[in-house]
Structures are given as structure tokens and as C-alpha cells.
């Protein structure tokens, strides 16, 4: 259960959002998409167009190629104790096969997106279905969408439960702006809202029906506008993986030159810990991401070097306060206020 | 024997407490009662597998009853009409009552005429979620407080539970859940993320808290803290500032 976390305007979550779903057409599994805000064919028709293999990374390789043998020759003469740490790579390398790259600024062609079977959420069109599930006390536009998304998992046969319904295949589920007052919950308005479990009852119970059938789901929630901390920190432990984005966008980070290479930051509050005892954790947890013409790339965030003459301590503190990178680029990520002060 | 054990996190995942001891009291040969309410029974088979303990098999032949919350919650939201005089241990999500949970937990731990196995002993993965989930943190410390008379006391068994919490959390319930059991528990072990930040060779650092004030008045408890670092198979702690990266 991916958890999602939007920035501010939405802009870059429903990037990562459609490039799930996009994912998932181009491996070929089922589709489930929900949504109250957008009717569910129109996001479909805005997925990206994936990046035919050949082109892209020749591209990639080129640029590779050309930074590689540059760099082969010098050696480092006052910083040599650096030599020998790996080169940090920012960019995908082209040796890596999992997953497929996509093209922004084109849409997927309805050939593509139609050749994969796909279900479909939207809230305002399911109000006439009562939800039969039994008093539960969860909000029915939730409800509604449980319901919807568990039979399609019994029907299609993603729990494995009919013998002769052999799919291989994995469900992508999609839920746009959960959480939001379109669904018809206040936890974004009120605080304290007046049922502050129905989000929290509705993640069990769709955290159930993931674990039992053949799925993978993710949720992007407006977390920004969410008053009640409480609710938010059960969140985060009924999810599986939770990633916040924040983007630069109107605040005064976007001026801030110490990230001008970017357009916002990409927080892991959580990995999953599933089947083992430890996790895959990164060398760093700071990343950022950026919006190129075509490309959206999640990168290790690095800071330029701080050449400035007027460098104000306002900024590093800022900085520190925010926990993100310490200039050494050690990569540690200060939790606590307290102890790291410089 | 008898006791009360309290597993805390703090700002980072403590479930490795949980696996370690799920296989060491099968190991040992106790009747283990599991309500796992976060993960899937696979989940924690693949891990004791790994730690060497087969929960299939333990399921076999009757030492370790499994309560799969999450498949519950599906069968009581999803499936027909239950009997009444068998009502589901996961009755609370209609009725935030925990007392069909406490009767399970109950009848589970129950010696039988051919049980011929070490004391009984009731692990909880995770408290906090009974409260994401609409049971008022009453019902939950009263549910703990029953839970420790019938199995610590009058079984003479053990109780370990576990719980999250962060110390600048703005969750009140869960503050006053955890906090309560603090107080009645008779070991306390705290795992918690380093002060100073992410580091890849030490996970995280462990405070136990042996409740030695509890039995004697004028004893301290007493505390003890270690760093550790999770490996695939087993976790290795040691005194902190004495990791394997630094020497």
C-alpha cells in the first residue's frame, strides 16, 4: 500500500499517480482507478506515453559515456581521500531493466491503454448503489468504493478464490484525493472532524483486501490540508510505504538558490518491511525531484557547492531545521532538533 | 513467569521485537497465542523461518493459535451472517466492544487435557491499531487489563504487546494507552531511532527498562540501553558508541 502524500497543487503527485497506472498498462495488468474528482476515462486518456526503448537510451548512454571519460582522467589533488568513493550516480543508469521510462509531454495512445482490461471509480456516479456492507460507521462513499473494489477482486479472480479464474496478472488500484471533501469526508476541513475513523477503518480493510489478492494499490491523500496530526500518524503505520512530496512552488524555496536545480523534494517516511526482518535502505534519504521537458526524475539531492560571500545563517539553519542535507554530504538526516547544531 | 512485557517504538519499526519473540517462545515450547492485526500470516512465517521456527507446523499441532486480523475484518465486513452464539473475534469493528477478542484470547489460552505445553503467553502485534479502528482507549486498556488478569495471573503466563509511539505525537488516545501500560508493565523494551539521525550501520537503540520498582519500593528500575543493528537473520546489539563501523 503505497501512500502518497500531495504537494500543494497537486501537480506533481498526479504525475506520479499516472505514471503507476501508465506502468501498469505497459506490464499489462488490470487497471482499477478511482477517483472523485476526475472522471476516471479522462485520466486515463492523460497518461504518459512510454519511451520506446532504443531511442531513450542511446540518449542516456551518450550522456553517460561522454561525463565517464572526462572525469577518468583527472584525479582528485586536494580532496584525494575522496577518490575513492563510488561516483554518485543521479540519473538512471541505462543498466537497469526494471520498469519502463515515459514520456511527459505525450499521451498514451488509446490502442495502448485500451488493450489492458480496466475498472473504473467515480464517486458521483456511484451514489445510487447503497452499500450492503453491515453498520460499519464508515463514510458510504468509502464504503461504496470497498465494495467496488472487492468484487472486482473476487469476479476477476485476484484472490485466488475461484480455481478456474486463472490470472495471472496484478490488479493496480488507484485512488485519486482520498481523503479529500469530495469523498465526503471533513478531515480536511474540521478539526476535530466528526468521524476520524472512517479514513483509518477504510485503510484496514483495503490493507486486508491487498494482502489477500494479487494487488497493489496507491492512494495520493491532500496531507497538506489534513489539520489532525493524529490522523496522519495512524496512517503512516497502516501503510505500507508512505512518500510525501513537496514542491517548491510558491514557497520561498523557489527562490532559494540553493535548490534551483530542482522543483521539490521527495520525503520516504516510510519503506515497506515486508517478509523480512530488515528493509532496503538507500545510502541517502534525500531526494528531490525534478520536471524536465519529458522526463520527471527523482534524484539524490545535491547541493551546489556554497560559494556565495553572503552566506546567511538563516538559510543553514533553515536548513537543518527542515532536516534535510548537511552540506558535508554525509547524507545523514537530522531527526532531532537538538543535537546537530552547527 | 507471569509477567508483563511492554514493546514500545519510537520513530521506527520495532516489529523485529515481535518475531524474535514469537520463534523464541515457540522455541522454548510455550503455548502461543498470536493476534496479529498489522500483517498477514505470511509475513511473519517467511521471517520465522528465517530465525528457524516453522509456524505452519507449530499451527499443526495446536501450539500457536493465530488470530489473522486482517482476513477477519474481510470476513466480518464481506461475508454472510454470522451465528450469534459464535461471533467473530474482530466483533469490535461494529460494535467497538473488545469482549468476543477477549474471549477468544481466553478460550485459546485455556489448558486443555492434552496440553502438555510450558505456560501460556499472549503476543499482540499492534495495540495502536485497535484505536485507528474506533475502539475508544478505554475499551483497549480494559481489554489489556482483563487480558493480564486471566493470563498472568490466573494462568501464570505472559504478555507481550506491542505498541507505537512518538514522543511530540499529537495522538492523545495513544498517549494515554501507552503511558498506562507503562506503569502496570514489568519490562519495558524501547526501541527507538537514533537521536542524531539516519545511519546505515546502526539501526536504532533499545532501552530496557526492567520495572524493578514495581515489586519493591525502594528498588530503581533499572535501565539499560544498547544500539543495534537488524541483519537478515538476527540482530546484533551492542553498547552504544561501539558499533562495528566505528571500530
Known amino acids: 500500500l503505497v501512500f502518497t502524500e500531495e504537494d500543494k497543487y497537486g501537480l506533481y503527485s498526479n504525475l506520479l499517480f499516472k505514471y503507476f497506472l501508465a506502468e501498469g498498462i505497459v506490464c499489462g495488468h488490470d487497471l482499477f482507478v478511482a477517483s472523485a474528482k476526475e472522471h476516471p476515462d479522462n485520466i ?47 540519473s538512471p543508469t541505462t543498466h537497469t531493466k526494471f520498469g519502463h521510462y515515459y514520456d511527459v509531454s505525450k499521451k498514451m495512445s488509446p490502442e495502448l491503454y485500451q488493450s489492458v482490461k480496466w475498472h473504473s471509480f467515480y464517486l458521483h456516479e456511484e451514489l445510487s448503489f447503497e452499500p450492503k456492507m ?89 496531507a497538506y490540508l489534513i489539520q489532525n496530526k493524529t490522523i496522519m500518524e495512524r496512517v503512516t503505520n497502516l501503510s505500507d510505504m508512505v512518500v510525501g512530496l513537496e514542491s517548491f512552488i510558491g514557497s520561498e524555496r523557489e527562490t532559494n538558490p540553493l535548490y534551483k536545480d530542482y522543483h521539490g ?24 525531484f525534478r520536471l524536465k521537458r519529458k522526463l520527471f526524475t527523482i534524484e539524490q539531492l545535491h547541493l551546489p557547492p556554497d560559494l556565495s560571500d553572503t552566506v546567511s545563517r538563516a538559510s543553514k539553519q533553515d536548513l537543518a531545521g527542515s532536516a534535510k542535507l548537511l552540506s558535508s554530504g554525509c547524507g545523514t538526516m537530522a531527526m532531532g532538533k537538538r543535537h546537530l547544531d552547527f | 513467569q507471569g509477567k508483563f512485557t511492554l514493546l514500545r517504538d519510537s520513530r521506527t519499526d520495532g516489529s523485529f521485537l515481535v518475531h524474535h519473540f514469537l520463534s523464541f517462545y515457540l522455541r522454548a515450547g510455550c503455548k502461543v497465542c498470536f493476534v496479529a492485526l498489522l500483517q498477514s500470516f505470511s509475513h511473519y512465517s517467511i521471517v520465522a523461518q528465517k530465525l528457524g521456527v516453522s509456524l505452519a507446523a507449530a ?70 491499531v485497535l484505536l485507528s479502528l474506533g475502539v475508544a482507549p478505554v475499551a483497549v486498556l480494559d481489554f489489556m487489563h482483563y487480558c493480564r488478569m486471566s493470563v498472568c495471573c490466573q494462568l501464570q503466563g505472559n504478555v507481550v504487546v506491542l505498541v507505537h509511539s512518538n514522543e511530540d505525537s499529537e495522538d ?63 540482530v546484533t546489539f551492542f553498547a552504544p558508541g561501539l558499533s562495528a563501523a566505528v571500530l
Open chain 1, 265 to 288: 523534494l521527495v520525503h520516504v517516511h516510510q519503506i515497506p518491511r515486508l517478509n523480512s526482518l530488515i528493509c532496503d535502505v538507500s545510502d541517502t534519504k534525500d531526494l528531490a
Open chain 2, 172 to 234: 492523545e488516545e495513544n498517549n494515554l494507552v501507552v503511558n498506562s501500560l507503562c506503569h502496570h508493565s514489568d519490562l519495558i523494551l524501547w526501541a527507538e531511532g537514533l537521536a542524531t539521525g539516519f545511519c546505515k550501520d546502526v539501526h536504532g537503540q533499545i532501552k530496557i527498562i526492567k520495572r524493578l520498582s514495581l515489586q519493591l519500593a525502594e528498588e530503581q528500575d533499572l535501565v539499560q540501553t544498547y544500539h543495534y543493528k537488524i541483519q537478515d537473520r538476527n
Open chain 2, 59 to 128: 499451527k499443526e499441532r495446536g501450539q500457536l493459535v493465530f488470530l489473522e486480523g486482517l482476513k477477519c475484518c474481510l470476513d466480518v465486513l464481506f461475508g454472510e451472517e454470522e451465528q450469534p452464539e459464535q461471533p467473530s473475534p474482530l466483533q469490535f469493528l461494529s460494535s467497538c466492544e473488545l469482549r468476543a477478542l477477549f474471549d477468544f484470547v481466553r478460550l485459546s489460552l485455556a489448558p486443555g487435557e492434552r496440553d502438555s505445553w510450558r505456560g501460556p503467553v499472549l503476543l499482540v502485534d499492534d495495540l495502536s
Open chain 1, 44 to 90: 486515463l486518456k492523460e497518461l504518459p506515453a512510454p519511451l520506446l526503448d532504443d531511442t531513450h537510451r542511446k540518449e542516456l548512454g551518450n550522456e553517460a559515456a561522454t561525463v565517464k571519460s572526462e572525469d577518468f582522467q583527472d584525479s582528485m589533488k586536494i580532496a584525494w581521500r575522496y577518490q575513492n568513493l563510488p561516483k554518485m550516480e543521479t
Open chain 1, 134 to 222: 453491515k453498520a460499519w460507521n464508515i463514510n458510504s462513499g468509502y464504503a461504496r468504493l470497498l465494495q467496488s473494489i472487492q468484487r472486482i477482486i473476487s469476479q476477476e479472480g485476484f484472490d485466488g478464490s475461484d480455481p478456474q479464474k486463472k490470472t495471472r496478472s496484478v490488479l493496480r488500484i488507484g485512488i485519486q484525493s482520498l481523503g479529500s471533501i469530495l469523498w465526503g469526508d471533513d478531515i480536511c476541513c474540521s478539526d476535530p472532524p466528526e468521524d476520524p475513523h472512517s479514513l483509518t477503518k477504510f485503510l484496514y480493510a483495503l490493507r486486508g483486501l491487498l494482502r489477500k489478492s494479487l494487488s497493489a494499490c496507491i492512494i495520493t491523500v491532500p
